[in-house]
């Protein structure tokens, strides 16, 4: 172990060492790691990926080559002080390898941080994307909640709108039917008092009404046979004898039909015996009007 490597073994040893190394696409490197002496050191090593690449050296190709360079370098220091130190220092190939060690050691805890970084991210992620998600759900959900909540409320507005119109309509109804119960009240007074008054009417009227019959039944047959002789009777009899026919439902007027009536011999009796009840409403406006 304290002898010297060349510096294709020390690529060599480099290349194969550094070969677990998980470097991603190594092509994507373009230099800027060093001069062209320094890639070249271990050029015969990493002759077959150069001409896979046209020329282009890779990521693993710089690495190794700057691993190399560091240890000759190194050792080159250590040669110069061991010319003027008491105590010297020696680097062996065994000082390579532990360069070599501790540079993936490193590499993998770096790596296995950053995946563990990544990790976490992409947990982070998946919570962000799920909690988005679920945001979307509810917002959708609440869209839904708002249209019935609106749906809702429109509908309690009508029935609120027919709730009002159905008690304003109650309430003229009520106001119609008090106004019409007052009507009512004043018709059935009215008609108290007509009453009345027809009883009052009645009352003075049935001396007269009795004492008409008690004239009618002393009329004798002579009385009635002397009227029919009559050609032209005055107009007093004439008028009194034909609304007597409108009353006993006769339908012709002429003097000559209202002789034939006084000549029947129910003639008296049907005036005692007339029910003013069954007298139309015709009879009575023509009575009213021409007698």
């Known amino acids: 172990w304290f002898g010297t490597w060349g510096l294709t073994a020390l690529g060599q040893v480099g290349k194969q060492f550094t070969s677990s190394l998980d470097l991603g696409d190594e092509s994507v490197w373009s230099g800027g790691m060093g001069d062209e002496g320094g890639m070249g050191v271990v050029a015969e090593v990493f002759k077959d990926e150069l001409s896979d690449s046209g020329g282009r050296g890779s990521l693993r190709q710089a690495i190794v080559a700057a691993m190399v360079n560091i240890h000759e370098n190194t050792k080159l220091a250590c040669d110069q002080n061991n010319k003027e130190a008491l105590c010297k220092n020696y680097l062996s190939p065994r000082d390579f390898l532990d360069l070599i060690s501790n540079f993936v050691k490193i590499v993998h805890e770096k790596r296995s941080g950053l995946e563990e970084q990544q990790l976490h991210i992409n947990i982070g992620l998946d919570k962000l994307k799920l909690t988005q998600e679920q945001v979307a ?115 012709k007027l002429e003097w000559a039909d209202v002789r034939k009536m006084l000549q029947k011999s129910d003639f008296i009796p049907g005036i005692l015996d007339f029910d003013l009840d069954k007298l139309g409403d015709r009879q009575i406006q023509i009575i009213k009007q021409n007698y």
């Open 137 to 251: 759900e509810l917002k959708e959900g609440l869209k839904e909640k708002e249209a019935e909540l609106a749906a809702k409320e429109i509908e309690a507005n009508n029935k609120l709108q027919q709730m009002i119109a159905d008690q304003n309509i109650a309430e003229q109804q009520k106001k119609e039917a008090e106004k019409m119960n007052e009507e009512v009240n004043l018709q059935q007074k009215e008609i108290a008092k007509r009453q009345m008054e027809a009883n009052e009417e009645l009352e003075s009227a049935e001396p007269a009404l009795l004492s008409a019959q008690q004239s009618v039944r002393g009329i004798k047959k002579s009385q009635l046979d002397e009227i029919r002789a009559l050609a032209r009777p005055p107009d007093n009899v004439r008028m009194t004898l034909e609304a007597v026919a409108i009353m006993m439902g006769e339908r």
